[in-house]
């Protein structure tokens, strides 16, 4: 792959039962994660700071090309990664079939959804979790964040919200107020 696109790889993360899917829905906490593991996304946070050196990246998208292969699982542990030393918002932009707020504990909206058709703010839908270098949870380090927005109620046209002026608007926006967006 770095090769044929002259790239460079930023991280390689192992497959362990720790990352998996099934794993993750019956410890939602993200927090049981192999050292191997949390040493790919403290180098994935790390490359990511120092890969451009003329300018900050300051938003990031984590994508694949199909179903289940571990978008929520990466995005989520890299922003983790990252909180404790960066002021880093998660935005869960998945609005067909999301599962981050039953994994995470979190609210399931209001989200990305309500923003983009100006039915909450953002400051009205971000959700604050405490998080330490490994997860987060009782053992957090004390004033160490990681903010998250998730996407809300499932709406009819999720690629038009996407694709929006709004969407656009509102990347400007998060970018202006964090030091990393992780979509």
Do not use: C
């Amino acid at each position: 792959v770095s090769e044929a696109y002259d790239m460079p790889i930023l991280a390689t993360v192992p497959k362990e039962p720790g990352l998996d899917r099934e794993e993750q829905q019956r410890s939602p906490e993200f927090t049981s994660l192999k050292f191997g593991s949390q040493e790919a996304f403290l180098t994935l946070r790390s490359s990511l700071r120092y890969f451009n050196v003329d300018e900050d990246i300051s938003s990031v998208l984590v994508t694949s090309t199909v179903a289940k292969e571990g978008k929520s699982t990466v995005a989520w542990n890299l922003a983790l990664a990252a909180a404790p030393t960066s002021r880093t918002l998660l935005v869960d932009a998945d609005m067909r079939e999301s599962d981050l707020p039953s994994r995470t504990g979190l609210d399931h909206s209001p989200g990305l959804a309500e923003i983009l058709t100006n039915q909450t703010t953002v400051a009205k839908a971000v959700q604050t979790v405490r998080v330490g270098q490994a997860g987060h949870g009782p053992a957090a380090e004390p004033g160490k964040t990681l903010d998250v927005l998730v996407s809300g109620k499932h709406p009819p046209n999720p690629a038009d919200l996407i694709a929006s002026d709004a969407m656009t608007e509102l990347l400007h926006e998060l970018e202006a107020s964090y030091d990393l967006v992780i979509f």
